[in-house]
Each structure stands twice: as C-alpha cells, then as structure tokens.
C-alpha cells in the first residue's frame, strides 16, 4: 500500500482528526478534506510535519479532484452537531446527498472501499430501546433537526443502491454520541457544554427534566470501531456507541465532581423533538467485529477535562 492513500472527508473534525491520526500512526498516507466550515485547522496542525499527511481543502458537494491513488475512503463530511446542523441546515443536506453522491463516484473511480459515517440520528427519537440495526427509526421529515436525520437516512439509502448496481465496496456506521479531546466549545453537544460551564463555574443547562439518557463513547474506541468496520466485510449499516447509559443529570453531577466545580445546575425547557432515551444495541460490532468499548465514563471525561482546560 506504499503508493496508496487513504482519505478522510472531514479529516479536521473532531473524530475525523483523530481518525488521521490513528491511521499516520499505522504508517499508512493520509489525505485529509475539508471546507472548515466546522472543523479546525488546529486539530491537524501537528500532522503537518508529517510527510504521510496532506491537506486538500475543499467542498465534497463539488467535484473531488485528487489525483493520488485511493484505497480506502472515510466519509465524515458533515456538520454533526444540532448547533451546527441547524445553524446550516442546506449545507448540511446537500453534504449528506451531493456530497455522499460525489465521494462516491470518486471511490468507484479509485476501486476504493468507502464507508459513511451515519448516525445514531437516524432512528429520531426512537420507540425501540435499545436501538437495533433493523430497527427503522421514528423521525420527523420537517422538524428542525431534519436536514441531518434525513440526510444521513438518504445517505444511507444511496450508498446501498451503489453498492447493489455497482462493484463498490462500502460500509455504513451508525455513530451514538462520541467525546473526547478535540471537541470544539461552542459545538453544542451536553458534554462539551457542561465541562465548559462546569471549568466556568456558570451554572450548568439541563433541558427538560434532565431525565433524558443517552450513552456517549470515547472517541479513541469509535476510531477503532469505525477502522475495524473498515476491514471487514459487513456491507449492513452497523451500530457503534457504548453501551452505558447516564441521564443528562448524573452527566452533569460527574462533570462538576471530576472539576470541582462550584456550579450549579439550571433547568431550561427540552428543545422540540429532541429524543428522550438513545442507546445502542452493539450485538452485531460485538459479534461480527470483536468491538466493544473499552474506555470508561471517568478515565474519558477526565481526558476531555484536561484538554479544555489547557483551551480555555
């Protein structure tokens, strides 16, 4: 595989990053796209040194015009958080259908196997629990996180009419909430948020009651997930996420005990269809890829607490 590459769309993103890394660390050349539209440049500056790593910088929803050879294809283009998405919900579309169309078409181009980084956000919210591969989701076509939910589900069905008319070689993953260093402030999502407010000693957001639960995994177990999905043969969306579930208001008691925080916690009302419950059923990455989880709630936030502290 000397002379070949491997590309991660949404390379300067936060488990995009990471993804390079892990894969600069396997010795294998990377080639890293994105716009910036919410990635940073700042999460890939240290690879810059690194003759095995290039930057392309560019919009997957236009034609991908690189020249290297191509071998495998990560597809992580995309606003993935509700602050982002909703923030730029046609950019967010046309990521998931003109984007995922042209990644596509360059991988069928290159030979390479191609999998999509979809989402745990294609169940809605869900009145299965835990969540299965076969289940098919309860989500709201016109709500305001619609233009994510529905363009991953459409990304999802294109990719598996490509694989059935094609040769192409691809793989889905269906990401549950992922942390870890890298994360951005501003990004929106509960853990980020309540360890910013938390170092802040501002009191900490609950929405809704704080009962609502969901399970968040490291972001170095999804990394080897979404590697180990990528060497193996499963053609079917697979679920990745761990299997632990908190309500938001035990994640919000941790965060302040690991920060010794004076905060407290403040109760505002639960944003429209946002889902109460979100867990993974891991049977299939357990079973068919030897995946599970390894990191533990504590040990990861406590990595995550230590990168945004030296941030702030």
Not at 41 to 58: D, G, V
Not at 64 to 90: E, T
Not at 195 to 213: C, F, H, R, S, W
Request: aromatic letters at 10%; charged letters at 25%.
């Amino acid at each position: 595989m000397a002379n070949k590459s491997v590309l991660v769309t949404g390379g300067a993103g936060f488990i995009g990053s990471h993804l390079c890394e892990k894969l600069l660390s396997e010795g294998n050349r990377v080639i890293c796209l994105d716009n910036f539209i919410t990635g940073k440049k700042e999460n890939i500056k240290e690879f810059e040194a690194n003759k095995k790593f290039s930057l392309f910088e560019a919009d997957i929803t236009q034609p991908i015009k690189i020249k290297q050879k191509i071998y495998q294809i990560y597809n992580l283009a995309s606003p993935a958080s509700p602050v982002d998405y909703q923030k730029r919900p046609l950019e967010t579309l046309y990521a998931g259908s003109i984007g995922v169309k042209n990644v596509l078409e360059f991988a069928k181009k290159n030979s390479a196997v191609f999998l999509q980084a979809s989402t745990s956000e294609v169940y809605g919210d869900p009145l299965e629990h835990p969540q299965k591969e076969t289940y098919y989701g309860n989500v709201n076509p016109v709500g305001p996180r619609a233009c994510y939910d529905e363009s991953k589900r459409f990304a999802e069905a294109l990719i598996t009419s490509y694989a059935a008319k094609t040769t192409l070689q691809v793989r889905i993953a269906r990401i549950f909430n992922t942390f870890g260093p890298k994360m951005r402030h501003d990004d929106g999502r509960v853990i980020p948020n309540f360890i910013v407010q938390a170092l802040k000693n501002e009191p900490l957001t609950i929405y809704g009651d704080g009962k609502q639960t969901r399970s968040f995994c490291y972001v170095d177990d999804m990394v080897e997930g979404l590697e180990k999905l990528m060497q193996s043969q499963i053609f079917a969306p697979v679920n990745l996420g761990n299997k632990e579930e908190y309500s938001m208001l035990e994640i919000a008691k941790k965060i302040i005990f690991e920060t010794n925080s004076k905060s407290k916690l403040e109760f505002s009302s639960l944003p429209f269809d946002d889902p109460r419950q979100r867990n993974p059923d891991i049977s299939i990455a357990k079973g068919k890829l030897g995946w599970q989880p390894n990191t533990s709630l504590h040990s990861g936030l406590k990595s995550t607490i230590s990168y945004f502290k030296s941030e702030i």
